[in-house]
């Protein structure tokens, strides 16, 4: 096959491609605000919904972002996001429960943390929010979750939310319009590589 040949093939599949994209693209003519949930044993749940905070703030959007299980405040996406005009930045864990050990204290703390965030999902002038390392809590059973579905339900009609975490719950996988699964295949923890600066923290 020449190159002439090859060009000529790859033009036609394109064209193809492109009558498909666009008829899909014709399709989808509705607006809602969307429920994505990013769940998976791999890394970068947390850091993709950043990203689309990121995206979101640069629309002009408002952003409450609530973190359930994280207790840091010294991260770099806290230390940048919550700096920026638009973004509410809510630091609500005491740590990953091995570190806690203490079931009563997840729970309350699960329980606060609740109180504090869920207002967002009531506030129709915050256009993104980002509920990270919710799954957590619903997987454990510190929190409800028909109760936590129920609150992103009655959501303004064009808020989209966000939830992070491994394992997420059937329930929330079944609500969800959009979800994502990120796979664990390497990690360099396992080489032994501490946590790094801009990368994992």
């Not at 033009?11 to 769940?39: H, Y």
């Not at 703030?57 to 010294?74: E, P, S, Y």
């Not at 005009?85 to 609740?114: H, I």
Request: glycine share 10%; hydrophobic share 40%.
């Amino acid at each position: 096959m020449t190159e002439q040949d090859k060009a000529e093939r790859y033009k036609k599949r394109m064209q193809r491609k492109e009558k498909i994209v666009d008829a899909s693209i014709e399709k989808a003519d509705q607006e809602k605000g969307l429920l994505l949930v990013l769940t998976g044993n791999g890394k970068g749940k947390s850091s993709s919904a950043f990203g689309m905070v990121a995206r979101a703030l640069g629309h002009n959007m408002n952003v409450g972002v609530a973190q359930f299980i994280k207790g840091r405040t010294d991260t770099g996406e806290e230390a940048f996001f919550s700096k920026q005009a638009g973004c509410t930045w809510l630091v609500l864990g005491g740590g990953f429960s091995w570190k806690v050990q203490d079931l009563a204290e997840d729970q309350a703390r699960a329980a606060a943390g609740w109180e504090r965030a869920s207002p967002f999902l009531q506030d129709d002038s915050i256009d993104l929010v980002v509920m990270d390392e919710l799954t957590y809590p619903l997987k454990y059973g510190w929190l409800d979750t028909d109760t936590v579905l129920k609150a992103i339900a009655n959501r303004p009609a064009m808020q989209h939310v966000i939830v992070t975490g491994r394992g997420a719950p059937d329930a929330l996988v079944e609500a969800a319009d959009t979800v994502s699964s990120v796979d664990d295949i390497k990690h360099a923890f396992r080489a032994g590589i501490k946590a790094q600066p801009g990368i994992d923290l």
